[in-house]
């Protein structure tokens, strides 16, 4: 004799439900320093505009007046040539003192630094001159005295300049793009 064979299933009702799979706690991720430099702090400066440079009480006043590209620049004392990978930038400014004591002004008053377009820096280490008399050019500027003065500095030869870095002590920077 054959019997058939019973199978016992439960009902879908009386079915346990699958367990929920458990939330893993977030993963705590730890900032991880980006190593660099912090842009200098300072303005963006605009030819034309005058702005005080320098640290408390050795401020003076600059304002660019122009900016221009020269291969050559004859000067009484220099004759400052551009060579095969470089080109002159010609910048003339005006430098006024607004302090009741006076100041000195040099080539040593202000850093300037040109970027180039593959980021590489001409820093300035030349000589002020006299606008008219292309003489080489230091004074001592008494209060409220204003001078003009140019100077010829030798840059990349391709591309703009991407900024130019005005600095004055260690107060903020001046950046001219």
């Known amino acids: 004799?054959?019997?058939?064979?019973?199978?016992?299933?439960?009902?879908?009702?009386?079915?346990?439900?699958?367990?929920?799979?458990?939330?893993?706690p977030p993963v705590k991720s730890t900032p991880r320093p980006v190593l660099g430099t912090v842009p200098m702090p300072g303005d963006n400066g605009q030819i034309g505009t005058t702005y005080s440079m320098g640290d408390k009480g050795t401020e003076l006043n600059l304002t660019l007046d122009s900016a221009e590209f020269?291969?050559?620049a004859p000067m009484v004392d220099d004759t400052i040539v551009a060579n095969e990978e470089q080109k002159i930038l010609l910048l003339t400014f005006t430098v006024q003192n607004p302090l009741k004591t006076e100041a000195n002004?040099?080539?040593t008053s202000f850093a300037f630094t040109?970027?180039?377009?593959?980021?590489?820096?001409?820093?300035?280490g030349g000589?002020?001159?006299?606008?008219?008399?292309?003489t080489r050019f230091e004074t001592s500027l008494k209060p409220a005295q204003k001078v003009k003065a140019v100077m010829?500095?030798?840059?990349?030869?391709?591309?703009?300049?991407?900024?130019l870095i005005v600095k004055?002590?260690?107060?903020?920077?001046l950046r001219y793009d």
């Open 1 to 24: 004799m054959f019997l058939p064979a019973l199978i016992v299933t439960p009902s879908l009702a009386q079915q346990k439900p699958a367990p929920k799979p458990v939330a893993k």
């Open 70 to 72: 020269v291969l050559l």
């Open 105 to 107: 002004l040099s080539y």
């Open 114 to 124: 040109a970027v180039a377009p593959d980021d590489k820096n001409s820093e300035f």
């Open 127 to 134: 000589w002020l001159y006299h606008p008219e008399r292309k």
């Open 152 to 163: 010829a500095f030798p840059i990349h030869a391709k591309g703009p300049v991407n900024k």
């Open 168 to 173: 004055r002590g260690s107060a903020p920077v």
